[in-house]
């Protein structure tokens, strides 16, 4: 069963020009996804309506078959879903660490030692100790995004939504981010889904949706599964 389905969604602000329209697409868990499309195919739109922070005006969104209208919101925004943002929306007074920790307080988890899982989470992401322990002003910019990354799945979320994570970032450090995504889904297994405007990020994906702008139709292309020697014709 997919993680999350989307049954034919439409988004408009005004009653009269769509954003969305009649969208439907499946994301399962082990894959990482990338959204791409010019601006205005409702990119951001459509990572705000799977993060529940905006309403659909028609369809339904399905969380592991449920119709996530139906579910407690803080706990879906909290348990089930982490959200990584492209200005990482990080508290600069706050350590990386301490960041990280905020976030596993927001989801209410008990967890025994909450800083040793965060220094764990942080390590999981690239960061020592001691950059784990300075001010995230502190430390650069590559580095903060592993921050947001690790925050945002310390409550260990089933799916995991990035917006242009890699968009403020030089090419190395984009493809560092990349392996940290990819490990997320094919390693443990989570569900990865990507927007963003680069070429490259997209051809790291498993499997790629295009976003037509004002349009109900959107396509669809596989990338190669992590685990496959060619890639899958369509």
Same mark, same amino acid.
């Not at 010019?38 to 993060?51: F, N, Q």
């Not at 028609?58 to 919101?73: P, Q």
């Given at each position: ?9 439409? =988004?408009?602000? %005004? ?7 009649? *969208? $439907?697409?499946? *994301?399962? #868990? ?18 705000? @309506? ?6 659909? $005006?028609?369809?339904? &969104? ?12 803080? !706990? =879906? ?7 990584? *943002? ?8 706050? !350590? ?9 307080? @927001?989801?209410?988890? /008990? ?6 899982? #965060? ?11 001691? +950059? ?6 502190? &430390? ?8 947001? &990354? ?11 939504? #990035?917006? +242009?994570? !890699? ?26 889904? &990507?927007?963003?405007?680069?070429? %490259? ?18 396509? /669809? $292309?596989? /990338?190669?599964?992590?685990? +496959?020697? +060619? %890639?899958? %014709?369509?």
């Amino acid at each position: 069963m997919s993680v999350l389905e989307l049954d034919k969604i439409s =988004y408009t602000y %005004d009653k009269k020009t769509y954003v969305l329209k009649d *969208f $439907s697409c499946k *994301f399962e #868990a082990g894959k990482v996804y990338a959204i791409v499309g010019k601006s205005g195919a409702g990119k951001t739109t459509l990572l705000s @309506l799977l993060a529940g922070l905006d309403k659909l $005006s028609d369809g339904k &969104i399905l969380f592991e078959g449920k119709d996530i209208t139906k579910v407690d919101k803080y !706990t =879906y925004r909290s348990n089930d879903v982490g959200v990584v *943002f492209q200005s990482y929306n990080l508290l600069p007074k706050f !350590t990386a660490r301490e960041n990280v920790e905020l976030s596993i307080d @927001l989801s209410k988890k /008990k967890v025994k030692n909450k800083k040793g899982l #965060a220094l764990e989470l942080l390590k999981k992401v690239g960061l020592s100790e001691e +950059e784990a322990n300075r001010r995230v002003l502190k &430390i650069s910019g590559g580095q903060q995004q592993r921050v947001a &990354i690790a925050r945002a799945i310390a409550y260990e979320p089933k799916v995991v939504l #990035a917006d +242009e994570p !890699t968009g403020n970032l030089d090419p190395e450090n984009q493809d560092a981010i990349m392996e940290i995504f990819k490990s997320l889904a094919h390693n443990d297994n989570k569900c990865v889904i &990507i927007v963003t405007h680069s070429q %490259d990020v997209a051809a790291q994906a498993d499997e790629v949706y295009e976003l037509k702008p004002n349009k109900s139709k959107s396509s /669809k $292309s596989k /990338k190669k599964n992590h685990s +496959e020697d +060619e %890639d899958d %014709d369509e």
